[in-house]
């Protein structure tokens, strides 16, 4: 059975930093990419970073040069260490293949504000 348990969010000032981390369950981590998705409120869920399971990278441009996804195929892990932090990068993460194709968790809030 497919899971994703995405942990790690909080409060952090403007420019500060934090390391999300998702746990995926099941085979579909060793199958395809997989994204970290954000979603602030009234606005639709988006991709910001991708990682293949060749390690080509895709990022949104809005995050590109302060964000990475780091990926663990030992541990079925993948992270996203976000640093420069912008009050706009407030909002829900999620963590998923790339496309999405297994259920949504719960996500990790991350607040950005001084």
């Known amino acids: 059975q497919v899971q994703f348990v995405e942990s790690g969010g909080g409060l952090v000032q403007p420019g500060g930093s934090l390391r999300l981390s998702c746990a995926v369950s099941g085979r579909i981590f060793s199958l395809y990419a997989m994204g970290w998705y954000r979603q602030a409120p009234g606005k639709q869920r988006e991709l910001v970073a991708s990682?293949?399971?060749?390690?080509?990278?895709n990022y949104a441009d809005s995050v590109k040069g302060r964000f990475a996804i780091p990926r663990d195929g030992a541990k079925n892990t993948v992270d996203l260490q976000m640093n420069s932090l912008k009050p706009e990068d407030a909002a829900v993460y999620y963590c998923?293949?790339?496309?999405?194709?297994?259920?949504w968790g719960q996500g990790t809030q991350v607040t950005v504000s001084s």
């Open positions: 990682k293949s399971r060749g390690g080509s990278t």
């Open positions: 998923n293949t790339d496309p999405p194709q297994g259920p």
